[in-house]
């Protein structure tokens, strides 16, 4: 299998470390279809995994410590045991963070070299933190011999994350780095970690999903994210459940009038429509009606906006756009606040809804979005 990218970061690795790299492994960002800030309330998410990934070469070293390149930023850091204390700053925490949670969990890590190049746009809702993570755990584990279930993979990269970095994240973007299917979305029960490999062959409906990152600087993401957090663990506990997984549509009428504070009831109201959105999208697609996705994704957006209120103007924007440029469906992807938005296209149609989309920006006075295709792709794996 040719892979440019392999190659280059092969070369990379050889040009570093003056040595050819025993492997190189991979893994990618996600787009989430459907399932938003549902995570965090035990229910259930359906991202799939990007082309784009972080592509890794590694190699053994002699003795326990680590040195990690990314080619991105041009910035080689090292580590060693010592070093392994949560709460390290810089990007290399993300790394260190996955030896960390590996040696909690009782695995020997061997040291190593990692040089690392990725495609995954940063800090725009495509996880680059969770294809860092998952990218990182793949080639030490199998640098060093370990065998891990995937789900068990997933957890420890997120536990990097949590624990070792300090972002509060669900699980649902490492297990979409990690267990993903080409032409498949992964359906995640966040309370049961129960998995799902849900069909979602776009070419052969004529379809494709345009990613259009709108490049809104996010403010306010982490205080905004802890509120809403916040009012969902609270409507839980008025409501007697462990969380609002529990509350199903049929209950949602009766679980409003149980609560007072109007902004509660439209947190709740999103948080089980999503949940059964997530379930009517599992069997739309099981079905093969890709197109039927459509009036998920808009409803989606809606109650986003409507009643979780996590979306700004130029996601707004960009969904409302794509609609009137053709697009089946839109929605914003990802925790809120900025980030991209996804669009059920016709298939060759994305670079003319975007380029609309770019349009409407300039009239609105927004700076120029970026896009590409969003293409079904395997999850976290060695490539050569
Ligand atoms: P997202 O996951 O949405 O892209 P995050 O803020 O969670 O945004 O993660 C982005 C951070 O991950 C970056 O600020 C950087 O610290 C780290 N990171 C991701 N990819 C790379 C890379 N290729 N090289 C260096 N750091 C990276
Ligand atoms: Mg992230």
Redesign the pocket.
């Known amino acids: 299998m040719t892979d440019a990218r392999a190659d280059a970061v092969a070369d990379s690795f050889q040009e570093i470390i003056g040595a050819a790299p025993a492997g190189v492994w991979a893994a990618p960002?996600r787009a989430n279809l459907i399932g938003e800030h549902t995570d965090y309330n035990d229910g259930f998410v359906m991202p799939f995994a990007l082309e784009q990934r972080?592509t890794v070469a590694g190699a053994p070293r002699g003795e326990r410590t680590w040195s990690v390149t990314?080619v991105?930023?041009d910035d080689t850091q090292s580590f060693g045991p010592d070093d392994l204390v949560p709460g390290m700053s810089g990007?290399q925490s993300?790394v260190a963070g996955v030896v960390w949670a590996l040696e909690q969990d009782g695995h020997d890590v061997r040291g190593a070299d990692l040089v690392?190049?990725?495609d995954?746009?940063?800090?725009?809702?495509?996880?680059?933190?969770?294809?860092?993570e998952c990218a990182t755990l793949t080639v030490l584990a199998d640098l060093s011999g370990l065998e891990i279930e995937p789900m068990a993979r997933a957890r420890l990269a997120r536990r990097a994350e949590n624990e070792f970095v300090g972002?509060p994240t669900g699980l649902m973007?490492q297990a979409a780095s990690t267990l993903c299917r080409a032409e498949h979305a992964l359906f995640l029960d966040c309370r049961s970690f129960e998995t799902r490999h849900v069909p979602l062959d776009l070419a052969s409906a004529g379809l494709e999903i345009l990613v259009l990152d709108t490049r809104t600087p996010h403010a306010l993401v982490d205080s905004e994210y802890a509120t809403r957090r916040a009012s969902c663990e609270a409507a839980a506990r008025i409501l007697g459940v462990s969380a609002l997984r529990d509350v199903d549509a049929a209950g949602l009428d009766d679980a409003l009038g149980r609560l007072d504070d109007d902004v509660m009831r439209r947190r709740v109201r999103h948080v089980v429509t999503e949940n059964a959105r997530v379930l009517a999208a599992v069997e739309v697609l099981g079905e093969g009606r890709i197109a039927d996705l459509a009036p998920l994704l808009d409803a989606s957006h809606a109650s986003m906006r409507d009643d979780f209120e996590i979306t700004v103007p130029t996601v707004d924007l960009a969904v409302e756009t794509a609609r009137a440029a053709g697009a089946l469906g839109a929605r914003m992807t990802?925790g809120g606040f900025g980030g991209c938005i996804i669009a059920l296209v016709p298939a060759g149609t994305s670079d003319a809804v975007a380029e609309q989309i770019g349009r409407a920006f300039a009239d609105a006075g927004f700076g120029a979005p970026a896009h590409f295709v969003g293409i079904p792709s395997p999850g976290a794996r060695r490539l050569g």
């Open positions: 960002g972080i990314s991105n930023n990007w993300y690392l190049s990725s995954v746009p940063l800090g725009a809702g495509l996880s680059s933190s969770a294809a860092l972002a973007d990802g």
